[in-house]
């Protein structure tokens, strides 16, 4: 055979041999190939949340986003208070607890999970005529120290004091910071958000404490500067703000949450659901 002959049938070969190759990588020969790589398992069935009040939009946010994104798993949420939300975690009736204040000493067995933070607005009827309130000046309204709205520049109308019911994270927390456990002395004690500032809204002479997420946008109230300092998301995030307080799911401490609820845990912290979070009306820590 010619060298000629030779140099054409090596090459003949070495083509044939590529594209064989080529071939058995792109999976047209029918063997093992990147359409067969396992896909991670799909996530279905039900998580159910119980607790916080306060916590209603936040947590319907991010349950909508999770749903949609994980087709087979629905969220469900019963709106009954912090203190019901930490009970359920604790005898298992519920997958999650949500609580909005920190554990108290004697409710053990259990750990939170910080999913954001929400500052809580000291609210009047708009046609209070006060603008700005010192954290002292708070304290002593609710315990009733000052009685009269004229005692703070307002109108000469008696201060009617509307607060949430025991066990509510919101009434902790408020109570907590502005020192006025078990001393506040309350015209009306509701039992949810919506209501405290539906309360505040049909009386000029009212005030009341709610969820910086549950004022925005509402007619019939406004959200009093404290020490002159706003409520908002950044001096909420800042410190700047005093009244303020955690968003927590609440889980055993010391059973490890199945798989499904751990994945929405995971999402709930994450830097995806900042936006979520930040537009229900709290403040995200991713």
């Known amino acids: 055979m010619k060298l000629k002959n030779i140099i054409k049938a090596t090459v003949g070969v070495a083509a044939a041999a590529a594209l064989a190759l080529t071939l058995v990588g792109c999976g047209g020969s029918g063997s093992a190939g990147s359409g067969d790589q396992q896909k991670p398992a799909e996530l279905s069935g039900t998580i159910s949340t119980n607790g916080s009040t306060s916590m209603e939009k936040v947590i319907g946010s991010l349950s909508e986003a999770f749903m949609a994104d994980n087709s087979g798993v629905t969220v469900t949420y ?9 009970e359920c975690a604790s005898n298992g009736s519920a997958d999650l607890g949500l609580a909005s204040r920190d554990l108290k000493p004697e409710e053990t067995g259990l750990k939170t999970v910080t999913v954001a933070l929400d500052g809580i607005a000291v609210i009047v009827n708009e046609n209070c005529g006060v603008d700005d309130l010192s954290l002292d000046e708070v304290s002593k309204i609710f315990t009733g120290k000052i009685k009269n709205w004229s005692e703070l520049g307002g109108a000469n109308k008696e201060i009617a004091c509307i607060g949430r019911e025991n066990g509510s994270g919101t009434r902790d927390g408020f109570e907590s910071i502005t020192g006025t456990e078990d001393a506040c002395k309350l015209s009306q004690e509701l ?22 997420s549950a004022v925005e946008g509402q007619a019939g109230i406004k959200a009093v500067t404290i020490d002159g300092v ?35 845990i995971d999402f709930c912290t994450s830097a995806d659901a900042a936006d979520l ?10």
């Open 191 to 212: 039992t949810s958000t919506g209501a405290v500032i539906t309360a505040v809204a049909s009386s000029e002479n009212a005030i009341g404490y709610a969820s910086l």
């Open 78 to 86: 019963d709106a009954t208070g912090s203190g019901t939300g930490i």
């Open 230 to 264: 706003a409520c908002s998301e950044d001096t909420v995030l800042d410190g700047s703000y005093k009244i303020q307080r955690p968003f927590n799911i609440v889980v055993s401490d010391s059973q490890q949450p199945s798989k499904l609820v751990q994945a929405f």
């Open 277 to 286: 979070i930040r537009s229900a009306g709290a403040v995200p820590l991713a």
